[in-house]
């Protein structure tokens, strides 16, 4: 299982080996501790549950605090399943850091959108509004017409004014640039959802890509290329 919860700490930039200045995300990565094993048997389907966070019990209802006390593995703030193929391969538990994840792999980063509160249209979906002049004096963010004059209503999934952000949003095959296993922390290229000091789970990419690999010219190619350029540096005929 490549999958974790973290603490989104902000960003930063780092400076490859050849002078790149790389802008990153700094996530703090775990560590989760598995609290249950879940399998098709008893609850359906096969997952593991992991805590993350530490709590204090008296923010706990009873429920809860029982739940960790039966399994034995301390109290949490958070508690998320993750699927998985055999729950067997873990053990109640034990701890899952940063490096299940390894430097170049891609990854999906899931956080709580940024909450901007409510928005028109121009802000919301990128409108151009309407125009500045023309007789218009009080047009210039409104959408314009909201459906034709058959059949009178507004259909459904029109974009319009209303609340934006403030919702689960994921963005996928993201990199990871660099990873600091002692203090469990993740460098991930470019921005990831959500404000600082807020919850973030990072999975492997669902979606399909081939790792990049360098393939070395072939000597004859080189050999033609080195032709060509003997070619051009001779003094032309007389």
Same mark, same amino acid.
């Given at each position: 299982?490549?999958?974790?919860?973290?603490?989104?700490?902000?960003? %930063?930039?780092?400076?490859?080996?050849?002078?790149?200045?790389?802008? *990153?995300? *700094?996530?703090?990565? /775990?560590?989760?501790?598995?609290?249950?094993?879940?399998?098709? !048997? %008893?609850?359906?389907?096969?997952?593991?549950?992991?805590?993350? /966070?530490?709590?204090?019990?008296k923010?706990?209802?009873?429920?809860?605090i029982?739940? @960790?006390?039966?399994?034995?593995? /301390?109290? @949490?703030?958070?508690?998320?399943?993750?699927? *998985?193929?055999?729950?067997? +391969?873990?053990?109640?538990?034990?701890?899952?850091?940063?490096?299940?994840?390894?430097?170049?792999?891609?990854?999906?980063?899931?956080?709580?959108?940024?909450?901007?509160?409510?928005?028109?249209?121009?802000?919301?979906?990128?409108?151009?509004?309407?125009?500045?002049?023309? /007789?218009?004096?009080?047009?210039?963010?409104?959408?314009?017409?909201?459906?034709?004059?058959?059949?009178?209503?507004t259909?459904?999934?029109?974009?319009?004014?209303?609340?934006?952000?403030?919702?689960?949003?994921?963005?996928?095959?993201? +990199?990871?640039? &660099?990873?600091?296993p002692?203090?469990?922390?993740?460098?991930?290229?470019?921005?990831?959802?959500?404000?600082?000091?807020?919850?973030?789970?990072? %999975?492997?990419?669902?979606?399909?890509?081939t790792?990049?690999?360098?393939?070395?010219?072939?000597? !004859?190619?080189?050999?033609? &290329? +080195?032709?060509? !350029? +003997?070619?051009?540096?001779?003094?032309? !005929?007389?």
């Open positions: 299982m490549k999958s974790i919860v973290g603490t989104k700490i902000g960003m %930063t930039q780092i400076f490859s080996d050849n002078g790149e200045a790389i802008p *990153v995300t *700094v996530i703090a990565a /775990g560590p989760c501790i598995v609290v249950q094993k879940k399998t098709v !048997k %008893t609850d359906g389907y096969n997952a593991i549950q992991v805590g993350y /966070g530490s709590i204090d019990e923010k706990l209802s009873k429920s809860q029982g739940h @960790f006390k039966k399994m034995g593995t /301390g109290l @949490f703030a958070q508690l998320m399943d993750f699927r *998985v193929d055999n729950p067997d +391969e873990y053990k109640i538990g034990q701890e899952i850091k940063a490096d299940v994840f390894t430097p170049g792999e891609l990854v999906d980063v899931t956080g709580i959108s940024k909450g901007h509160g409510f928005q028109g249209v121009v802000k919301r979906h990128g409108f151009a509004g309407g125009p500045a002049t023309h /007789g218009q004096s009080d047009k210039q963010r409104h959408p314009g017409a909201i459906g034709p004059q058959r059949p009178q209503k259909r459904k999934g029109l974009r319009m004014a209303g609340r934006m952000g403030g919702i689960a949003a994921t963005i996928q095959k993201v +990199e990871v640039v &660099k990873i600091i002692e203090k469990n922390i993740l460098l991930i290229r470019g921005g990831v959802p959500g404000a600082k000091n807020t919850q973030i789970i990072v %999975t492997k990419t669902v979606k399909k890509y790792p990049k690999v360098v393939v070395a010219a072939s000597p !004859k190619k080189d050999a033609k &290329k +080195e032709a060509r !350029k +003997e070619v051009k540096k001779a003094p032309e !005929k007389k």
